[in-house]
């Protein structure tokens, strides 16, 4: 069965610019968390989606942005690129909503200069 | 509300020689309790959890932690480190019931040395 995947990989942008992170969860698996991971502040929850909805969301402010899709793939955007938001964006799927096991994807290491 | 505590940001240890990776959580609730691994450039990998069955927990990888109710404590330990075990482990905590998010240590990043 093939893993969570993420794309793209890497991504270059300069401050003022948007961008869409994309993530595709292990067949079956219906609930994706999205998380950013920087030498700072380490992992930090984004949000997590289930059956199209955001059921959890973490402290970041409103330029971050999710959706989920029937097929349970999921996109993130990031409005209004600030240099702080340099970071590596995880993506994580679960069987269901509440279950604790997370599969993470390999991440999308974003860069804004 | 829960949190996690890594204890050691760093930790070398030659290869052969055994492993110990502290993990102190706090949870109003009954906990669940992880370790993951991350290896440079990759994901997150699994590698054990402790979701109120038994208390030691064999993972993979020859890795195994103990839940320690009284000490608020998961530990992680290998009988003898290998050069590929070098990476960063994150030590994470749960609701075991509910939906709340999983709360993330900072991470201990072990090294191995020849």
């Known amino acids: 069965k093939a893993g969570v995947t993420q794309t793209p990989r890497y991504l270059i942008k300069t401050r003022g610019q948007q961008v869409t992170l994309s993530c595709s969860p292990i067949s079956g698996h219906r609930s994706v968390s999205w998380y950013q991971q920087t030498p700072g502040q380490g992992l930090q929850f984004l949000f997590e989606?289930?059956?199209?909805?955001?059921?959890n969301k973490g402290n970041f402010p409103g330029r971050f942005s999710g959706r989920q899709f029937s097929n349970s793939r999921s996109e993130m955007n990031v409005s209004t690129l600030e240099l702080g938001d340099s970071a590596l964006y995880l993506c994580a799927s679960s069987l269901r909503r509440g279950e604790r096991e997370q599969f993470f994807g390999p991440g999308t290491r974003l860069t804004v200069l | 509300a829960q949190s996690v505590t890594q204890l050691d940001s760093h930790v070398s240890v030659s290869e052969g020689t055994p492993v110990l990776l502290r993990c102190n959580y706090s949870?109003?609730?009954?906990?669940?309790l992880f370790w993951y691994v991350q290896h440079p450039n990759k994901g997150l990998q699994l590698l054990l959890k402790y979701t109120s069955a038994a208390t030691l927990v064999k993972g993979i990888n020859g890795f195994e932690a103990e839940f320690k109710k009284s000490e608020t404590s998961f530990h992680l330990t290998k009988p003898s480190a290998h050069m590929s075990d070098a990476a960063e482990y994150f030590c994470?905590?749960?609701?075991?019931?509910?939906?709340?998010?999983?709360?993330f240590g900072k991470g201990t990043r072990l090294s191995v040395i020849a």
């Open positions: 949870s109003s609730y009954s906990p669940s």
């Open positions: 994470v905590v749960g609701r075991l019931a509910g939906n709340t998010p999983l709360v």
């Open positions: 989606y289930f059956s199209e909805t955001q059921r």
